[in-house]
């Protein structure tokens, strides 16, 4: 067995990130069960090269699902992951966590007047808010900025009672191009959705086509407002009045859904005096 103090702290931080996540510590073990083969291979080459385990990748079976697994014995290696009594590496401590509990994820936006917008997410998720609270510390001192983790829906099927949170990275290229270069993923598939994702920004010397795609979508934008919001809103002001409703703004605003977005356009009182003249 190698001394504690001949660990390599980068993979020690980064089993520590799994363990987090998708692996687990048994009183002897530390383990991990997944189904991509090359998440649990790295997992397996990071614990081998601290400890010089000989323990084998194995097949299991779970639900009618094939499953990787790698539980080598360490009682040392088990001792220093639950006292946590060392300097955390950031950048691959957040590798681990996100192989388990992250992905990326990008797609069309499926919105009428959205045409050509994309979708892009970069987020990991776990029902332990402070868990992710300490994730987007080390995510800050790497100078990646994340969003307030946000409880997400409880969707039919879901194991367990406790609801789960989303956090995400900061929708931007800036953001998802530090991701990638502090932290990225060990696994394939996910290394692919992330690089889709930052290939999809315009690159900064833009073509015409380019150009002509976002006015195109910004004309789309206007349009809707001009067409479908802003009708819709007036209709609603004067609703409002007639159930005796004050017309100030923190009523327009919370009561009227697109209210506070028109606001960036016209003044409260040009929306008034336009509901009231219809």
Same mark, same amino acid.
């Given at each position: ?13 980064? =089993?520590?990130?799994?363990?987090? #996540?998708?692996?687990?510590?048994? &009183? ?5 069960? =997944? ?14 090269? @601290? ?14 699902? %094939?499953?990787?697994?790698? %539980?080598?014995?360490? =009682? ?19 590798? #681990? ?15 009428? &007047? ?6 892009? %997410?970069?987020?990991?998720?776990? /029902? ?5 609270? $300490?994730?987007? #510390? ?38 998802? @191009? ?22 999809? $920004? ?10 002509? @795609?976002?006015?195109? &979508? ?6 809707? %407002?001009?067409? =479908? ?21 923190? /009523? ?27």
């Amino acid at each position: 067995m190698k001394c504690i103090t001949l660990w390599q702290p980068k993979s020690l931080s980064y =089993v520590l990130g799994v363990v987090d #996540g998708d692996g687990f510590i048994t &009183g002897r073990a530390v383990g991990l069960r =997944v189904k991509d083969r090359d998440f649990i291979e790295t997992f397996a080459a990071h614990v081998r090269g @601290m400890t010089g385990s000989k323990a084998k990748i194995f097949p299991c079976f779970r639900d009618g699902r %094939r499953y990787w697994e790698f %539980r080598p014995g360490s =009682v040392a290696l088990v001792d220093v992951l639950r006292n946590r009594e060392f300097d955390v590496i950031p950048g691959p401590y957040c590798r #681990g966590f996100f192989d388990s509990e992250g992905n990326a994820q990008i797609g069309k936006v499926k919105k009428e &007047g959205w045409d050509g917008s994309w979708d892009r %997410r970069i987020a990991c998720y776990s /029902n332990d808010v402070g868990l992710l609270s $300490y994730v987007a #510390g080390r995510l800050a001192l790497l100078e990646i900025e994340t969003k307030r983790p946000r409880p997400m829906k409880i969707t039919k099927g879901k194991k367990g009672k406790n609801p789960t949170f989303e956090m995400k990275i900061k929708t931007s290229k800036e953001s998802f @191009m530090q991701f990638r270069s502090q932290v990225g993923f060990s696994i394939a598939r996910k290394m692919k959705n992330l690089n889709r994702i930052i290939e999809t $920004y315009h690159p900064l010397s833009m073509s015409e086509r380019s150009r002509e @795609m976002q006015r195109k &979508g910004a004309a789309s934008k206007r349009r809707r %407002r001009s067409e =479908v919001v802003l009708p819709r809103v007036l209709s609603e002001i004067v609703l409002l009045r007639d159930s005796g409703q004050k017309l100030t703004i923190r /009523n327009c605003s919370r009561i009227i859904q697109g209210y506070g977005g028109l606001l960036s356009v016209y003044r409260h009182r040009e929306l008034l005096q336009m509901a009231l003249e219809v």
